[in-house]
């Protein structure tokens, strides 16, 4: 009988390999979630990049056997292979919302051998970092967040603890820390995880803050309508005349209430979304000119003129909230009348296009400036909104603390202009959301300029212009 016939051995030697490395990847990055899941199974998906991560270290980290080193040179599928599994990594780390850092270090207590060997793209935005590797204090260098990873590394267990950036728009995160597989290379490794929580953070803040400044600024004028009830319940219950003035204060009184009240939410909404890009597509001069035919009535009333400078519709236009745009400018004009004398005139201008060496030229010589609000980054081109009013101006110790909630410029109360004092808040928190640039020209006699800058480049998301 002829023997039977034996299949040849193999010509591609790297094909086993590879199989036997993306099986060993996939089971990995499996083995690492239920490893890292432990008992908060809620988290398992949040541990899916802990996986992951371990399995493209494993991808890179292989060793084949002598005896397919055999060629030089590398084999052009476990090349391949070995690419693809790598990009599925990535593809898989960049698609999770939280930032992801995978840390390496070889000594206890020495900050210079920890090293960022992957970050996911949240994390690369959350950083500004061009992509790992990189020396973790290059980066990060939060005492608290440094500490938890050094327990993770070299005391193997798990850490927690927050983390706040310090960019212009505060986030807020939760930060775990674990462990991950040894290796053998003499290298500690765990995966680090930022969870964020700006929303939840900034919801209590914002709770806390408005029952403290209602409680605080309602008092007043609660008091005072109380005082005129008891007043016009006794003595004066038969004085007619003395009714028709208390009555007039009273309404007075209830009108700042509901005012107060108004900005109060408007203020908690904007910061409760602060940190949420702008979505919509808004033309200034557009929305300048609403503000300037709403308030020209109230201007007319003060014997103030009211005189905007605006380019053609069309020519400046910004990736932005309109309503949130529109009460910048109503705010800053409204602003510009309370506090301009009768027989002057408040002026709104719009300019597109401005570069950065342009807006820094002052429009009042030798006044105080002060920026209130900047961005991370300044782009190289402006929107530009500016509101003058020649009103009695500010002495500079008073710049810093205009966008403070309630505060007035003694001798300026609201008594006589009346006002919340929260619209310079307002107009600040919005101009932050939109990245932009809020700063102020003040001297005494010669009345002040608000300008605001907002990016002429920021991609539109959405079109919601009306």
């Known amino acids: ?89 990535s593809v898989l780390l960049d698609a999770g919302p939280d930032p992801l850092l995978v840390i390496s270090g070889r000594e206890p207590d020495d900050l210079s051998t920890l090293r960022i060997e992957r970050a996911n793209a949240a994390a690369r935005s959350l950083f500004r970092m061009s992509g790992p590797p990189a020396l973790l204090v290059s980066v990060l260098r939060d005492p608290e967040v440094l500490s938890a990873v050094d327990e993770a590394l070299f005391g193997g267990v798990e850490a927690r603890c927050t983390f706040t950036s310090g960019a212009a728009q505060e986030r807020s995160f939760q930060v775990r820390a674990r462990p991950m597989a040894a290796q053998d290379d003499a290298l500690s490794r765990a995966v680090l995880v930022f969870r964020d929580e700006t929303d939840l953070r900034r919801a209590e803040r914002t709770r806390a803050d408005f029952l403290a400044n209602a409680s605080h600024e309602l008092r007043t004028p609660l008091a005072s309508l109380s005082g005129f009830i008891e007043t016009l319940s006794g003595h004066a219950r038969e004085d007619r005349e003395a009714q028709d003035r208390f009555l007039g204060i009273m309404r007075n009184q209830a009108e700042r209430m509901g005012r107060l009240i ?91 296009n401005v570069s950065r060496e342009a807006s820094q030229v002052p429009v009042l010589e030798d006044a105080a400036r002060l920026t209130l609000v900047s961005p991370d980054a300044l782009p190289p081109t402006f929107m530009m909104i500016q509101v003058r009013d020649e009103g009695p101006g500010m002495d500079r110790e008073h710049l810093p603390r205009l966008a403070e909630r309630f505060y007035r410029v003694e001798g300026q109360k609201s008594g006589e202009r009346p006002g919340t004092g929260l619209g310079l808040s307002i107009v600040k928190h919005i101009v932050n959301r939109h990245h932009g640039v809020l700063s102020v020209e003040s001297a005494p006699g010669r009345g002040t300029v608000f300008t605001v800058l907002l990016p002429a480049s920021l991609t539109v998301t959405e079109v919601s212009q009306t």
């Open 1 to 89: 009988m002829d023997p039977v016939p034996q299949n040849p051995p193999s010509t591609n030697p790297g094909t086993p390999p590879v199989t036997a490395l993306l099986v060993a990847a996939a089971l990995m990055g499996l083995a690492g979630v239920w490893a890292l899941a432990g008992k908060d199974a809620p988290d398992l998906a949040l541990f899916l990049f802990a996986g992951a991560a371990g399995a493209a270290y494993a991808a890179r980290q292989v060793r084949f056997p002598k005896v397919l080193q055999r060629d030089p040179g590398p084999d052009p599928k476990t090349q391949q292979a070995l690419e693809r599994a790598e990009a599925q990594v």
């Open 262 to 352: 108004d900005d109060l939410l408007s203020l908690s909404r904007i910061e409760l979304n602060e940190h949420v890009a702008p979505r919509g597509q808004t033309d200034l001069a557009l929305a300048a000119a609403d503000v300037v035919d709403a308030l020209g009535p109230q201007a007319k009333l003060r014997g103030v003129g009211l005189e905007a400078t605006l380019p053609a519709a069309g020519e400046a236009v910004i990736c932005g909230d309109r309503d949130q745009i529109v009460q910048v400018i109503q705010n800053l004009t409204d602003n510009a009348l309370k506090y301009a004398p009768p027989g002057s005139a408040a002026k709104v201008e719009v300019r597109p």
